[in-house]
């Protein structure tokens, strides 16, 4: 592979790569606001220019203040050229840290300073504000400007997800260019030059296309902020786990951001996969993290005699074991989850062959979505595929288990999840099939979440949810993607395949997994190729 | 190896320890005379009779917190969390939230909902009035936290601590404000300013 030297490094690219991009590959950053990975290339902003040595250098003739004769002398100086632009060539000498090229930093970033508002404390990007990184790393001086600065529009709604601040923006056209390349919708546009220079939303429009909510992510300031997180958590405390988005089947990877003290998801966050994802999340995506906490069920309930009684989890466990013991072998349906990750499937279907002696697998799942052919999935689940695998053959519908209850082959049901494509009416004759309560026929759901299979459940016993436990996704390219824990599951509460181990051990269930990696051994292959699932881009480190 | 110590010079007067008593006595009788009977101007003496007369405290004494007010009585607090994070106690709690839709303020900043201060647990360094960027917090009251036997009593809430004056007895503080409206305050549409 050729190289080029920055800084006196080596840096190894492939032709047609960018001196930055090449850099960037190698986890080195030179600093930049308007080049984005995964969008064109503006070079507007100047952040990024070096200094190149070559035979052929173009000196540009300045006037140099000079302080013992205290007067301007003639000298000259390099022509510095954009890192983002410049194709890397073989043998080419850069220096992103020379004297010239760190002036120009310096200068370039106490010109996009020049009329920022300087409104830190109440922006929501501080912590994370590349303004903010490189004045520490490039300018440390104070404003030199004493006038006041120029005003531009604040708070204004660019749709139902983004407010828009012009004084806090720096023109880098990120927002303009996702969406035009990535979105397809030219829905952003700039007006005005110079210092009244803003970012508009065209004519009779708004930013409402499925993307929004990447426009605030790649921008680099505090310009464009997103309704939701807006105000609600500053970003030092927050700390970030490396998860898998579970709206659709595309698996989208992502940073789950969390505050470690009240213990709550604030957001999400794409995380960079060139495989899978890029670096883009869809909006629906990436307000998942709200069925973290909606509706959290954090105590069993146990109906008898039509009424349903809340009790604790352990208690829960011991029923659940109870009402399954009664049933006959062959009478068990066994309900998968789409929503579920593969080793709560798995150890699913592994009681239910086991203890069960059943193969009556059936697999719940969330109504499909509107999909596109950017990054949505019509299937509104993450973990399809990694459930079908569970089953050892395909599972039979919901509609097919409504069937089979009213055919009398169905005695009881364990389900995982609490969601399903059916409408509760639909559901009714599994609602009436536990409408008396524990008895020989038995409903137990293992849910994190209340939903519409855990209103018809005899026995509800909580578990983990995503955020609250590692696991393993499918997506419909067959990736298994890995996800880590990043909340502490309330009280007692266990993984849903800890759970079933459980609760199998009352039933004398010879099983003896304690942790993930013992599931994850017995599970079969293809395991997650790890190269694939992490991270390739090194520059995309959360804000920890 | 032992130390060698010099032992203080001492006349036979003061090894015979009665005359230096009776210097001693001497003083203490003499003052006690001078304080009790001479003018007030006259008198030479170290202490207060606390709790009936309380001595100043210095100008920089970090008191219990305040928030002070804007002109209109809301809190200066924009709910930047700046000082919860400077905190080495983690006393302080905010929740912060938007303002009203039909609020001048609404979009621009936000306010603390909750404004929670656990003074038992403050060690009254004066770091959260050093982070603030509003000026809105102070610890300019020159007073302590009131004792008390009950411990919920030293959880401030905002209320609590937008009700305590500084020590010159208003609420707000000399540093100005830029409000939305004032030609001052950043935010001026296009359609006014340019």
């Known amino acids: 592979m050729p190289t080029f030297k920055l800084d006196g490094q080596e840096i190894p690219f492939e032709p047609g790569d960018t001196v930055i991009r090449a850099a960037y590959r190698q986890g080195i950053e030179i600093p930049h606001y308007c080049w984005h990975p995964g969008l064109s290339i503006a070079a507007n902003c100047r952040m990024c220019l070096v200094e190149v040595r070559s035979g052929r250098q173009m000196a540009l003739p300045i006037l140099k203040w000079d302080a013992k004769k205290n007067e301007y002398v003639e000298a000259t100086k390099p022509k510095l050229q954009p890192a983002c632009q410049l194709a890397a060539q073989e043998d080419m000498e850069i220096f992103a840290r020379s004297d010239h090229a760190l002036k120009a930093q310096e200068s370039t970033q106490e010109f996009l300073l020049l009329n920022h508002p300087v409104d830190c404390p109440i922006c929501d990007q501080a912590g994370e504000c590349k303004l903010q990184d490189y004045w520490l790393s490039s300018q440390t001086k104070l404003k030199r400007k004493r006038t006041e600065p120029v005003h531009k529009p604040k708070a204004v709604r660019f749709g139902p997800t983004i407010v828009y601040d012009a004084e806090r923006c720096i023109m880098c056209t990120r927002c303009i260019r996702f969406c035009d390349e990535v979105a397809k919708d030219h829905v952003l546009d700039m007006r005005e030059r110079g210092n009244v220079n803003e970012i508009v939303v065209s004519p009779g429009r708004e930013l409402d296309h499925d993307y929004t909510l990447m426009t605030e992510h790649v921008c680099p300031v505090g310009a464009l902020t997103s309704k939701d997180f807006r105000f609600k958590a500053r970003v030092w405390f927050l700390k970030s786990a490396p998860s898998v988005c579970t709206g659709c089947a595309t698996g989208c990877n992502s940073w789950v951001d969390y505050d470690p003290r009240y213990q709550r998801v604030y957001r999400l966050r794409p995380r960079d996969n060139e495989a899978v994802n890029q670096y883009w999340m869809c909006d629906d995506g990436m307000m998942t993290y709200k069925r973290f906490h909606e509706d959290r069920i954090l105590a069993g309930r146990v109906r008898t005699s039509g009424r349903t009684s809340e009790v604790s989890r352990d208690d829960a466990v011991r029923a659940a074991a109870r009402v399954l013991e009664k049933i006959e072998p062959g009478r068990l349906a066994v309900v998968l989850s789409a929503q579920a990750s593969s080793e709560d499937n798995y150890v699913l279907a592994k009681l239910a062959a086991d203890h069960f002696e059943t193969d009556r697998f059936y697999l719940t799942a969330r109504a499909p979505w509107r999909g596109d052919d950017i990054l949505r999935h019509p299937d509104a689940n993450p973990n399809r595929a990694g459930a079908t695998m569970a089953s050892k053959g395909e599972p039979r519908s919901m509609e097919q288990l409504v069937e089979d209850i009213e055919r009398g082959d169905v005695g009881a049901v364990l389900s995982l999840g609490p969601d399903t494509d059916l409408s509760e009416a639909e559901l009714a004759p599994l609602a009436n099939l536990v409408s008396e309560g524990v008895g020989t026929a038995a409903h137990v759901n293992l849910t994190a979440n209340a939903g519409a299979l855990t209103s018809s459940a005899s026995v509800v016993v909580p578990v983990a949810s995503v955020a609250e436990t590692s696991g393993t996704f499918v997506n419909a390219k067959g990736v298994a993607q890995q996800f880590k824990k990043a909340l502490q599951a309330p009280g007692d509460i266990q993984p849903a395949w800890l759970t079933l181990v459980e609760i199998g051990r009352h039933l004398g269930w010879e099983i003896d997994w304690r942790r993930l990696g013992d599931v994850r051994t017995a599970m079969p292959k293809p395991l997650p190729p790890s190269s694939e699932t992490t991270s390739t881009e090194p520059s995309a480190a959360p804000a920890e | ?194």
């Open chain 2, 1 to 194: 190896m032992a130390y060698k110590i010099s032992r203080p010079k001492r006349t036979l007067g003061d090894q015979a320890f009665f005359p230096e008593a009776a210097k001693g006595m001497a003083l203490t009788i003499r003052r006690f005379f001078k304080n009790t009977f001479s003018k007030e101007e006259n008198k030479v003496i170290a202490t207060v009779r606390y709790p009936d007369e309380v001595r100043d405290y210095p100008e920089r004494f970090r008191g219990v917190h305040r928030l002070t007010h804007r002109t209109d009585g809301s809190p200066r607090c924009v709910a930047c969390l700046c000082c919860s994070t400077a905190c080495p106690a983690q006393c302080i709690y905010i929740e912060p939230a938007e303002y009203d839709t039909d609020d001048p303020r609404a979009g621009y900043e936000r306010y603390p909902r909750v404004f929670v201060i656990d003074e038992l647990r403050c060690i009254f360094c004066g770091y959260c009035v050093e982070a603030c960027p509003c000026d809105a917090i102070r610890m300019d009251t020159g007073v302590h936290v009131p004792a008390s036997f009950d411990r919920s009593h030293f959880i401030f809430d905002k209320e609590t601590l937008m009700s305590i004056p500084g020590k010159d007895g208003t609420y707000v503080t000399e540093n100005p404000r830029h409000e939305p409206g004032d030609p001052t305050h950043p935010g001026i549409t296009r359609e006014q300013g340019h």
